[in-house]
């Protein structure tokens, strides 16, 4: 069973522009959540979709956004980028909507100059 | 507001000594508690869950973990270190209807030497 894909794994970007990340999951499960990874701020939830809904949302600017489609993948965007976004990006994805029982990618590595 | 404490960045052990990684959550209703491993360059994998049935979790790995309400605690330990146990490990809360809203600790990078 193949495991949650994440694209592009890395990437580079320069201060206001945009990126839009990937999520596949694995099949069947139907919820999809996002973590930024930094040094500094550690793991931080940004937001969760189960069937297409956002459910619950992390303390993230407006410029982070995300969407859920009917077969369950996910992307997630960043708008207008500050060099603060670097970071590593994680989509997890779980059977269930609420057991905090996780399988995650192996991320997207966004760096910004 | 709920926060989870992970005592030690870094801790070192031999191959072959007890595993012992500390966690302590802050919350007046216990949640659900997690530890999670992540190996270099990859992403993150669920090593246990605590979810009230039992104080003493078992997890994958040999890993283990023992809840303990009076010291808002929930410590990982492994008997015997293996060099592959190398890593960095999350403590990490979710509260009912947290949607997988999982709040992690810093993380603590064990190492394991010969």
């Known amino acids: 069973k193949a495991g949650v894909t994440q694209t592009p794994r890395y990437l580079i970007k320069t201060r206001g522009q945009q990126v839009t990340l990937s999520c596949s999951p694995i099949?069947?499960?139907?919820?999809v959540s996002w973590y930024q990874q930094t040094p500094g701020q550690g793991l931080q939830f940004l937001f969760e979709y189960f069937s297409e809904t956002q459910r619950n949302k992390g303390n993230f600017p407006g410029r982070f956004s995300g969407r859920q489609f009917s077969n369950s993948r996910s992307e997630m965007n960043v708008s207008t980028l500050e060099l603060g976004d670097s970071a590593l990006y994680l989509c997890?994805?779980?059977?269930?909507?609420?057991?905090?029982?996780?399988?995650f990618g192996e991320g997207s590595r966004l760096t910004v100059l | 507001a709920q926060s989870v404490t992970q005592l030690g960045s870094h801790v070192s052990v031999s191959e072959g000594a007890l595993v012992l990684l500390r966690c302590n959550y802050s919350?007046?209703?216990?949640?659900?508690l997690f530890w999670y491993v992540q190996y270099p360059n990859q992403g993150l994998q669920l090593l246990l869950k605590y979810t009230s049935a039992a104080t003493l979790v078992k997890g994958i790995n040999g890993f283990e973990a023992e809840f303990k309400k009076s010291e808002t605690s929930f410590h990982l330990t492994k008997p015997s270190a293996h060099m592959s146990d190398a890593a960095e490990y999350f403590c990490a809360v979710m509260f009912s209807g947290g949607y997988n809203k999982l709040i992690f600790g810093a993380g603590t990078r064990l190492a394991v030497h010969p």
């Open positions: 919350s007046s209703v216990p949640p659900y």
């Open positions: 997890a994805s779980s059977l269930q909507g609420d057991t905090g029982e996780l399988f």
């Open positions: 099949s069947g499960h139907r919820s």
